[in-house]
Protein backbone atom coordinates (compact mmCIF):
# COMPACT_ATOMS: atom_id res chain seq x y z
CA UNK A 1 0.00 0.00 0.00
CA UNK A 2 3.24 2.45 0.54
CA UNK A 3 3.18 2.87 -3.13
CA UNK A 4 -0.38 4.18 -2.92
CA UNK A 5 0.80 6.71 -0.59
CA UNK A 6 3.45 8.59 -2.80
CA UNK A 7 3.98 12.18 -1.79
CA UNK A 8 3.14 15.18 -4.85
CA UNK A 9 5.87 15.14 -7.31
CA UNK A 10 7.39 18.30 -8.64
CA UNK A 11 6.99 17.39 -12.24
CA UNK A 12 8.75 20.90 -14.16
CA UNK A 13 12.01 21.39 -14.68
CA UNK A 14 12.50 17.51 -15.03
CA UNK A 15 14.21 16.49 -18.53
CA UNK A 16 13.31 12.97 -20.59
CA UNK A 17 16.23 11.43 -18.55
CA UNK A 18 14.42 12.49 -15.27
CA UNK A 19 11.34 11.22 -15.96
CA UNK A 20 9.96 7.58 -15.60
CA UNK A 21 10.42 5.57 -18.68
CA UNK A 22 6.56 5.01 -18.44
CA UNK A 23 6.00 8.82 -18.64
CA UNK A 24 7.54 9.70 -21.57
CA UNK A 25 6.83 12.32 -23.03
CA UNK A 26 4.27 14.01 -20.55
CA UNK A 27 0.57 13.53 -21.14
CA UNK A 28 -2.61 13.79 -19.86
CA UNK A 29 -3.51 10.74 -17.16
CA UNK A 30 -6.21 8.39 -17.40
CA UNK A 31 -7.97 10.50 -14.48
CA UNK A 32 -7.56 13.92 -15.97
CA UNK A 33 -9.11 12.77 -19.08
CA UNK A 34 -11.87 10.92 -16.73
CA UNK A 35 -12.21 14.51 -14.68
CA UNK A 36 -12.68 16.00 -18.50
CA UNK A 37 -15.85 13.60 -18.22
CA UNK A 38 -17.52 15.68 -15.76
CA UNK A 39 -16.81 18.66 -17.61
CA UNK A 40 -18.80 17.72 -20.73
CA UNK A 41 -22.04 17.13 -18.96
CA UNK A 42 -21.23 20.34 -17.44
CA UNK A 43 -20.65 22.18 -20.17
CA UNK A 44 -23.83 20.22 -21.83
CA UNK A 45 -26.10 21.75 -19.34
CA UNK A 46 -24.51 25.71 -19.47
CA UNK A 47 -25.38 25.17 -23.49
CA UNK A 48 -29.02 23.51 -22.79
CA UNK A 49 -29.71 27.01 -20.69
CA UNK A 50 -28.73 29.19 -23.21
CA UNK A 51 -30.90 27.26 -25.80
CA UNK A 52 -33.60 28.28 -23.91
CA UNK A 53 -32.77 31.70 -23.93
CA UNK A 54 -31.05 32.78 -26.84
CA UNK A 55 -31.23 36.80 -26.23
CA UNK A 56 -28.20 39.21 -25.01
CA UNK A 57 -29.40 38.24 -21.49
CA UNK A 58 -29.64 34.69 -21.99
CA UNK A 59 -25.66 34.92 -23.50
CA UNK A 60 -24.71 36.74 -20.87
CA UNK A 61 -25.72 34.50 -18.33
CA UNK A 62 -24.12 31.66 -20.40
CA UNK A 63 -20.95 33.53 -19.69
CA UNK A 64 -20.89 34.71 -16.49
CA UNK A 65 -21.89 30.95 -15.57
CA UNK A 66 -19.06 29.64 -17.94
CA UNK A 67 -16.47 31.84 -16.45
CA UNK A 68 -16.70 30.07 -12.56
CA UNK A 69 -16.86 26.41 -14.29
CA UNK A 70 -13.91 26.93 -16.57
CA UNK A 71 -11.75 28.41 -13.89
CA UNK A 72 -12.13 25.16 -11.94
CA UNK A 73 -11.22 23.63 -14.52
CA UNK A 74 -8.33 25.94 -15.11
CA UNK A 75 -7.01 25.10 -11.08
CA UNK A 76 -6.89 21.65 -11.43
CA UNK A 77 -5.32 21.92 -14.92
CA UNK A 78 -2.52 23.93 -13.75
CA UNK A 79 -1.94 22.01 -10.56
CA UNK A 80 -1.45 18.70 -12.24
CA UNK A 81 0.90 20.31 -14.48
CA UNK A 82 3.48 20.97 -11.64
CA UNK A 83 2.69 18.26 -9.22
CA UNK A 84 0.43 15.42 -10.51
CA UNK A 85 1.24 12.43 -8.76
CA UNK A 86 -1.59 9.26 -8.70
CA UNK A 87 -1.89 8.09 -5.46
CA UNK A 88 -4.46 7.05 -3.62
CA UNK A 89 -5.02 11.02 -1.94
CA UNK A 90 -4.72 12.42 -5.35
CA UNK A 91 -7.44 10.39 -7.03
CA UNK A 92 -9.59 10.64 -3.63
CA UNK A 93 -9.24 14.56 -4.24
CA UNK A 94 -9.62 14.71 -7.72
CA UNK A 95 -12.71 12.57 -6.81
CA UNK A 96 -14.70 15.26 -4.87
CA UNK A 97 -13.96 17.52 -6.96
CA UNK A 98 -15.91 15.77 -9.88
CA UNK A 99 -18.31 15.66 -7.73
CA UNK A 100 -18.39 19.59 -7.20
CA UNK A 101 -18.19 20.10 -10.65
CA UNK A 102 -21.53 18.17 -11.07
CA UNK A 103 -22.99 19.96 -8.41
CA UNK A 104 -22.27 22.85 -10.60
CA UNK A 105 -23.92 21.08 -13.46
CA UNK A 106 -26.60 20.37 -11.65
CA UNK A 107 -27.42 23.85 -10.18
CA UNK A 108 -26.41 26.01 -13.41
CA UNK A 109 -30.13 26.19 -14.51
CA UNK A 110 -30.40 27.77 -11.64
CA UNK A 111 -27.42 29.50 -11.56
CA UNK A 112 -28.22 33.19 -11.42
CA UNK A 113 -31.74 33.09 -9.54
CA UNK A 114 -32.56 32.79 -6.12
CA UNK A 115 -31.47 29.23 -6.03
CA UNK A 116 -27.86 30.57 -6.67
CA UNK A 117 -26.39 29.69 -3.02
CA UNK A 118 -26.28 26.31 -4.32
CA UNK A 119 -24.06 26.69 -7.29
CA UNK A 120 -21.89 28.92 -5.09
CA UNK A 121 -21.66 26.15 -2.20
CA UNK A 122 -20.58 23.69 -4.98
CA UNK A 123 -17.99 26.26 -6.49
CA UNK A 124 -16.71 26.73 -2.70
CA UNK A 125 -16.44 22.96 -2.45
CA UNK A 126 -14.23 22.63 -5.62
CA UNK A 127 -11.90 25.30 -4.41
CA UNK A 128 -11.51 23.83 -1.13
CA UNK A 129 -9.97 20.43 -2.62
CA UNK A 130 -7.51 22.57 -4.45
CA UNK A 131 -6.45 24.53 -1.97
CA UNK A 132 -5.88 21.39 0.18
CA UNK A 133 -3.75 20.30 -2.93
CA UNK A 134 -1.62 23.17 -2.98
CA UNK A 135 -1.33 22.45 0.87
CA UNK A 136 0.10 19.31 0.57
CA UNK A 137 2.06 20.07 -2.39
CA UNK A 138 3.79 22.64 -0.57
CA UNK A 139 4.23 20.41 2.81
CA UNK A 140 6.27 17.72 0.64
CA UNK A 141 7.97 20.24 -1.62
CA UNK A 142 9.85 22.92 0.08
CA UNK A 143 11.08 24.93 -3.26
CA UNK A 144 7.61 25.03 -3.96
CA UNK A 145 6.32 26.54 -0.96
CA UNK A 146 6.39 29.74 -1.69
CA UNK A 147 4.13 29.70 -4.66
CA UNK A 148 1.69 26.88 -3.22
CA UNK A 149 1.17 28.86 0.01
CA UNK A 150 0.47 32.35 -2.32
CA UNK A 151 -2.02 30.12 -4.34
CA UNK A 152 -3.31 28.63 -1.46
CA UNK A 153 -3.91 31.80 0.73
CA UNK A 154 -5.17 33.58 -2.67
CA UNK A 155 -7.57 30.95 -3.41
CA UNK A 156 -9.09 30.51 -0.20
CA UNK A 157 -9.96 34.52 0.10
CA UNK A 158 -11.83 34.15 -3.54
CA UNK A 159 -13.27 30.46 -2.36
CA UNK A 160 -14.75 32.46 1.19
CA UNK A 161 -16.07 35.49 -0.81
CA UNK A 162 -17.68 32.80 -3.02
CA UNK A 163 -19.31 31.21 0.41
CA UNK A 164 -20.28 34.20 2.15
CA UNK A 165 -22.43 34.92 -0.66
CA UNK A 166 -24.41 31.80 -0.16
CA UNK A 167 -25.71 33.45 2.90
CA UNK A 168 -26.10 37.40 1.19
CA UNK A 169 -29.38 38.91 -0.66
CA UNK A 170 -29.15 37.99 -4.33
CA UNK A 171 -27.65 41.87 -5.49
CA UNK A 172 -24.48 41.43 -3.14
CA UNK A 173 -24.20 37.76 -3.79
CA UNK A 174 -23.11 38.56 -7.52
CA UNK A 175 -21.08 40.91 -6.78
CA UNK A 176 -19.05 39.10 -3.93
CA UNK A 177 -19.09 36.26 -6.72
CA UNK A 178 -17.48 38.93 -8.82
CA UNK A 179 -14.71 40.33 -6.45
CA UNK A 180 -14.34 36.44 -5.75
CA UNK A 181 -12.96 35.79 -8.84
CA UNK A 182 -10.79 38.62 -9.80
CA UNK A 183 -9.24 37.38 -6.69
CA UNK A 184 -8.61 34.08 -8.06
CA UNK A 185 -7.88 35.44 -11.58
CA UNK A 186 -5.26 38.02 -9.90
CA UNK A 187 -3.63 35.48 -7.86
CA UNK A 188 -1.34 34.10 -10.29
CA UNK A 189 -0.64 37.49 -11.09
CA UNK A 190 0.83 38.53 -8.27
CA UNK A 191 2.97 35.40 -8.17
CA UNK A 192 4.60 35.98 -11.03
CA UNK A 193 8.57 35.71 -9.59
CA UNK A 194 7.22 32.53 -8.26
CA UNK A 195 5.61 31.06 -11.87
CA UNK A 196 9.01 32.02 -13.56
CA UNK A 197 11.00 29.65 -11.17
CA UNK A 198 8.70 27.12 -11.50
CA UNK A 199 7.08 27.26 -15.11
CA UNK A 200 4.59 24.98 -15.82
CA UNK A 201 5.46 22.16 -18.25
CA UNK A 202 5.25 23.32 -22.09
CA UNK A 203 4.27 19.52 -23.45
CA UNK A 204 1.61 18.88 -21.14
CA UNK A 205 -0.38 22.65 -20.90
CA UNK A 206 -0.78 22.57 -24.68
CA UNK A 207 -2.50 19.00 -24.84
CA UNK A 208 -4.64 20.13 -21.88
CA UNK A 209 -6.37 23.23 -23.30
CA UNK A 210 -6.62 21.49 -26.41
CA UNK A 211 -8.74 18.84 -25.00
CA UNK A 212 -10.97 21.30 -23.17
CA UNK A 213 -11.40 23.05 -26.73
CA UNK A 214 -12.44 19.65 -28.48
CA UNK A 215 -14.91 19.35 -25.44
CA UNK A 216 -16.45 22.54 -26.29
CA UNK A 217 -16.44 22.08 -29.99
CA UNK A 218 -18.35 18.53 -28.98
CA UNK A 219 -20.92 21.06 -28.55
CA UNK A 220 -21.29 22.02 -32.47
CA UNK A 221 -21.17 18.63 -33.52
CA UNK A 222 -23.79 17.54 -31.20
CA UNK A 223 -25.96 20.83 -31.89
CA UNK A 224 -25.86 19.05 -35.81
CA UNK A 225 -26.75 16.05 -34.57
CA UNK A 226 -29.69 17.34 -32.24
CA UNK A 227 -31.00 19.25 -35.28
CA UNK A 228 -30.65 16.87 -37.86
CA UNK A 229 -32.52 14.10 -36.03
CA UNK A 230 -35.90 16.87 -34.95
CA UNK A 231 -35.99 17.74 -38.65
CA UNK A 232 -37.73 16.60 -42.32
CA UNK A 233 -35.12 16.02 -45.27
CA UNK A 234 -35.24 18.77 -47.07
CA UNK A 235 -32.95 21.13 -49.61
CA UNK A 236 -32.36 23.60 -47.09
CA UNK A 237 -31.86 21.64 -43.80
CA UNK A 238 -29.45 19.22 -45.21
CA UNK A 239 -27.63 21.72 -46.30
CA UNK A 240 -27.49 24.07 -43.07
CA UNK A 241 -26.29 20.75 -41.41
CA UNK A 242 -23.70 20.62 -43.92
CA UNK A 243 -23.04 23.57 -43.42
CA UNK A 244 -22.88 23.43 -39.28
CA UNK A 245 -20.71 20.59 -39.46
CA UNK A 246 -18.06 22.39 -42.01
CA UNK A 247 -18.36 25.41 -39.09
CA UNK A 248 -17.16 22.79 -36.78
CA UNK A 249 -14.44 21.80 -38.64
CA UNK A 250 -13.33 24.88 -39.69
CA UNK A 251 -12.93 26.47 -36.33
CA UNK A 252 -11.26 23.31 -35.26
CA UNK A 253 -8.70 23.48 -38.06
CA UNK A 254 -7.66 26.96 -37.42
CA UNK A 255 -6.97 26.82 -33.73
CA UNK A 256 -5.47 23.22 -34.05
CA UNK A 257 -3.38 23.69 -37.01
CA UNK A 258 -1.60 26.86 -35.18
CA UNK A 259 -1.47 26.08 -31.74
CA UNK A 260 1.73 24.44 -30.11
CA UNK A 261 3.62 24.79 -27.25
CA UNK A 262 6.91 26.85 -28.17
CA UNK A 263 4.98 30.20 -26.89
CA UNK A 264 5.37 28.49 -23.58
CA UNK A 265 8.57 26.90 -24.01
CA UNK A 266 9.85 30.61 -24.57
CA UNK A 267 8.20 31.58 -21.47
CA UNK A 268 9.70 28.95 -19.60
CA UNK A 269 13.42 29.60 -20.96
CA UNK A 270 12.91 33.80 -21.26
CA UNK A 271 11.14 34.04 -18.39
CA UNK A 272 8.26 35.99 -19.67
CA UNK A 273 5.12 34.66 -17.81
CA UNK A 274 3.07 37.08 -19.65
CA UNK A 275 2.77 34.70 -22.68
CA UNK A 276 1.63 32.25 -20.01
CA UNK A 277 -0.86 34.42 -19.01
CA UNK A 278 -1.84 35.17 -22.28
CA UNK A 279 -2.34 31.81 -23.34
CA UNK A 280 -4.65 31.59 -20.18
CA UNK A 281 -6.99 34.37 -20.23
CA UNK A 282 -7.52 34.77 -23.70
CA UNK A 283 -8.74 30.86 -24.04
CA UNK A 284 -11.82 31.99 -21.77
CA UNK A 285 -13.41 34.03 -25.06
CA UNK A 286 -12.20 31.75 -27.28
CA UNK A 287 -14.06 28.22 -25.56
CA UNK A 288 -17.24 30.74 -24.94
CA UNK A 289 -17.55 31.75 -28.48
CA UNK A 290 -16.93 28.20 -29.46
CA UNK A 291 -19.45 26.46 -27.17
CA UNK A 292 -21.88 29.16 -28.12
CA UNK A 293 -21.60 28.57 -31.37
CA UNK A 294 -22.65 25.44 -30.92
CA UNK A 295 -26.10 26.80 -29.60
CA UNK A 296 -26.17 28.78 -32.96
CA UNK A 297 -25.75 25.92 -35.15
CA UNK A 298 -28.62 24.15 -33.81
CA UNK A 299 -30.75 26.95 -34.03
CA UNK A 300 -30.14 27.77 -37.56
CA UNK A 301 -30.34 23.89 -38.46
CA UNK A 302 -33.76 23.55 -36.60
CA UNK A 303 -34.60 27.30 -38.31
CA UNK A 304 -33.99 25.68 -41.77
CA UNK A 305 -37.10 23.92 -41.94
CA UNK A 306 -39.31 27.58 -41.93
CA UNK A 307 -40.07 30.06 -44.31
CA UNK A 308 -38.84 33.51 -43.75
CA UNK A 309 -35.50 35.18 -42.65
CA UNK A 310 -33.48 33.50 -39.80
CA UNK A 311 -34.54 35.41 -36.21
CA UNK A 312 -32.55 38.11 -35.29
CA UNK A 313 -31.20 36.50 -31.91
CA UNK A 314 -30.33 33.52 -33.39
CA UNK A 315 -28.37 35.31 -36.34
CA UNK A 316 -26.60 37.44 -34.21
CA UNK A 317 -26.13 34.31 -31.32
CA UNK A 318 -24.14 32.49 -34.49
CA UNK A 319 -22.30 35.33 -36.30
CA UNK A 320 -21.53 36.95 -32.86
CA UNK A 321 -19.72 33.94 -31.05
CA UNK A 322 -17.70 32.81 -34.29
CA UNK A 323 -16.86 36.72 -34.43
CA UNK A 324 -15.76 35.87 -30.65
CA UNK A 325 -13.47 32.70 -31.65
CA UNK A 326 -12.13 34.77 -34.63
CA UNK A 327 -10.84 37.79 -32.89
CA UNK A 328 -9.85 35.78 -29.91
CA UNK A 329 -7.56 34.07 -32.54
CA UNK A 330 -6.31 37.17 -33.89
CA UNK A 331 -5.44 38.17 -30.20
CA UNK A 332 -3.24 34.97 -30.02
CA UNK A 333 -1.68 34.76 -33.40
CA UNK A 334 -0.86 38.65 -32.74
CA UNK A 335 0.47 38.17 -29.52
CA UNK A 336 2.73 35.17 -30.41
CA UNK A 337 0.79 32.73 -28.08
CA UNK A 338 0.16 30.68 -31.19
CA UNK A 339 1.87 30.76 -34.23
CA UNK A 340 3.12 34.57 -34.53
CA UNK A 341 1.98 35.30 -37.77
CA UNK A 342 0.88 39.29 -38.80
CA UNK A 343 -1.24 38.13 -41.71
CA UNK A 344 -3.49 35.47 -40.05
CA UNK A 345 -4.25 38.33 -37.60
CA UNK A 346 -5.22 40.44 -40.50
CA UNK A 347 -7.50 37.04 -41.55
CA UNK A 348 -8.84 36.44 -38.24
CA UNK A 349 -9.97 40.16 -37.85
CA UNK A 350 -11.37 40.22 -41.34
CA UNK A 351 -13.51 37.35 -40.58
CA UNK A 352 -14.76 38.48 -37.19
CA UNK A 353 -15.56 41.95 -38.93
CA UNK A 354 -17.62 39.54 -41.52
CA UNK A 355 -19.18 37.65 -39.30
CA UNK A 356 -20.50 41.06 -37.04
CA UNK A 357 -21.55 42.70 -40.88
CA UNK A 358 -23.92 39.61 -41.35
CA UNK A 359 -25.14 40.06 -37.78
CA UNK A 360 -25.92 43.84 -38.32
CA UNK A 361 -26.86 43.96 -41.83
CA UNK A 362 -28.71 40.09 -42.97
CA UNK A 363 -31.78 41.01 -41.45
CA UNK A 364 -32.96 39.84 -45.01
CA UNK A 365 -31.23 36.25 -44.89
CA UNK A 366 -32.73 32.85 -43.98
CA UNK A 367 -30.84 30.64 -42.16
CA UNK A 368 -29.57 28.63 -44.90
CA UNK A 369 -28.14 31.99 -46.21
CA UNK A 370 -26.31 33.18 -42.71
CA UNK A 371 -24.92 29.20 -42.13
CA UNK A 372 -23.52 29.30 -45.69
CA UNK A 373 -22.35 32.58 -44.96
CA UNK A 374 -20.38 31.56 -42.10
CA UNK A 375 -19.76 28.11 -43.29
CA UNK A 376 -17.68 29.89 -46.45
CA UNK A 377 -15.86 32.09 -44.22
CA UNK A 378 -14.66 29.53 -42.08
CA UNK A 379 -13.53 27.71 -45.73
CA UNK A 380 -11.68 30.94 -46.72
CA UNK A 381 -9.87 30.90 -43.87
CA UNK A 382 -8.66 27.49 -43.67
CA UNK A 383 -8.02 28.18 -47.34
CA UNK A 384 -5.59 31.51 -46.93
CA UNK A 385 -3.73 28.91 -44.32
CA UNK A 386 -3.16 26.29 -46.46
CA UNK A 387 -2.37 28.91 -49.27
CA UNK A 388 0.40 30.34 -47.04
CA UNK A 389 1.73 27.37 -45.58
CA UNK A 390 2.39 25.46 -42.32
CA UNK A 391 4.63 27.34 -39.83
CA UNK A 392 7.84 26.04 -39.94
CA UNK A 393 7.85 25.69 -35.91
CA UNK A 394 4.93 23.54 -36.54
CA UNK A 395 6.17 21.42 -39.17
CA UNK A 396 7.63 19.12 -36.97
CA UNK A 397 4.65 18.20 -34.89
Not at 333 to 343: L, N, S, T, W
Amino acid sequence: MKSWLRPPRLRVGETADEQPRDEQPRHATWLELFYDLVFVVAISQLAHKLSVDVSVYGFLSFAALFVPLWWVWIGTTFYANRFDNDDVVRRILMGLQMLAVAALAVNVHHGLDDSSSSFALAYVASRLMLVLEYLWAGWHIPQARGLTNRYAVGFSLGALLWLISAFVPLSLRFVLWTVGLAVDFVTPMLARTMVQQLPPHPEHLPERFGLFTIIVLGEAIIAVVNGVSEMHWEFASTLCAIAGFTIAFSLWWLYFENVSGSALETARTSGRVQILQLWLYIHLPLVIGLAATGIGVEKGILSAGHAGVLATPERWLLCGSVALCYGSLAVLHRMGVIFMCKARTRHRLVGMAAMLGVGLVGTELSAMGVMSFVALMGIVQVGLDLYQGKPASLKAA
